[in-house]
């Protein structure tokens, strides 16, 4: 690197820690703001609040940065083009594509953490975090997954029309023992509470229909079973916030055992493949962050924001929406791509669209 090039690495590295510093801050003196009295009301310990906190950065740094990135390279790179720097460099019979190489030098490093951050670190932050929320600040948990089927064992289904995951409990229980294509038997519950410590169901208002060779049916009725099933609550919800602990490979293994049960696994795959490509964002959003800010105009730096703002919450809208599509969308058997590959295109698809608009806008810039 020549002195040009440490001096627009140093800049945007240090405007980046600056910027990163104040995200932090304000997100932790906000959370602490909201969640204050239940601190105090349970009485949690100083070091394991402060240990806490440190999580909280790691996981909205890991979860901002390429907005918090598109940001510095908007700010900084404006005022240098509103100082005629930028002019200056160009002036000076500089290519405007050289002007590129110390961003994507410095965003390249940058993207280097963001993986390390979202495979490695932050899901080992995110456990400790999950650990203290549920001890001291969100006590009561909620799913709201409903009407779940699995297949716990070879020819057993269940069903459960909503779980409670804080309780252990499953409501509206039907249980179905298949051998081929017969039903031997089929289990109706009001509820069914799983007791850990016994390894076993607790079904209430059981309803149990045996099906007999020649369309014979037995039934009989009790107000409460205990059984053994080849079965826990996990099997049935899964919080976002606990599929977020997972590292990248205890994730992948998780997927594979979700899909022998027979579940639905769009969101953890959209999950997986988005900890890659939020980070790959990074060096789209410099080509257009670049493209867009080195251009002197006359509204100077504040419309420069505008426009950085305006294009950042338009690929994270664009990334919810294509992520709903992924989740819900059903493949017609003539659709080219598998589930998998939807999936994975979902996750990507915004850095492909944005990356089109960078190399528009770089094709646009006066150079």
């Avoid at 409990?169 to 039907?174: A, E, M, S």
Wanted: charged residues 15%.
């Amino acid at each position: 690197m020549n002195r040009l090039d440490r001096y627009i690495v140093g800049k945007f590295l240090g405007t980046f820690g600056f910027m990163l510093g104040v995200f932090c801050l304000v997100v932790v003196v906000f959370d602490l703001m909201e969640h204050l009295s239940r601190l105090l009301d349970h009485q949690a310990p100083f070091a394991d609040t402060a240990l806490y906190y440190v999580n909280v950065c790691f996981h909205f740094a890991s979860l901002l940065m390429g907005f918090i990135v598109f940001l510095t390279i908007i700010w900084f790179t404006s005022r240098l083009a509103q100082n005629s720097e930028i002019v200056a460099m160009l002036a000076g019979g500089m290519p405007f594509k050289r002007l590129f190489r110390p961003y994507f030098l410095a965003s390249g490093l940058l993207v280097a953490l963001a993986l390390v951050l979202s495979h490695v670190v932050v899901p080992r932050a995110n456990e400790q975090k999950l650990a203290f929320e549920e001890s001291f600040v969100n006590t009561a948990v909620h799913v709201k997954d409903r009407n779940l089927y699995r297949e716990v064992a070879d020819g057993t289904i269940v069903y459960f029309r909503s779980v409670n995951y804080g309780r252990g409990t499953g409501y509206k229980l039907q249980l179905e023992q298949w051998e081929g294509d017969s039903l031997k038997q089929r289990i109706l519950a009001a509820k069914a509470t799983y007791i850990p410590q016994d390894s076993l169901w607790r079904l209430v208002n059981v309803g149990v229909r045996d099906f007999k060779a020649g369309g014979r049916q037995h039934y009989r009725f009790m107000s409460r079973l205990d059984t053994a099933l080849t079965m826990r609550i996990d099997d049935f919800a899964e919080r976002n916030e606990v599929v977020a602990t997972m590292p990248t490979r205890q994730l992948q293994a998780y997927i594979g055992a979700v899909q022998e049960r027979g579940a639905d696994t769009a969101n953890l795959e959209l999950t997986l493949h988005s900890r890659s490509a939020n980070a790959a964002a990074i060096l789209v959003l410099t080509l257009i962050g670049v493209s867009i800010a080195a251009r002197r105009m006359r509204g100077g730096t504040g419309l420069h924001l505008f426009a950085a703002v305006f294009i950042g919450f338009t690929y994270v809208f664009a990334s919810k929406v294509i992520s709903v599509w992924a989740a819900t969308v059903g493949l017609p058997s003539w659709f080219p791509m598998s589930e998998q590959g939807v999936r994975w295109l979902a996750a990507w698809l915004p850095n492909f669209l944005f990356a089109g608009l960078g190399v528009w806008l770089y094709v646009r810039a006066p150079k």
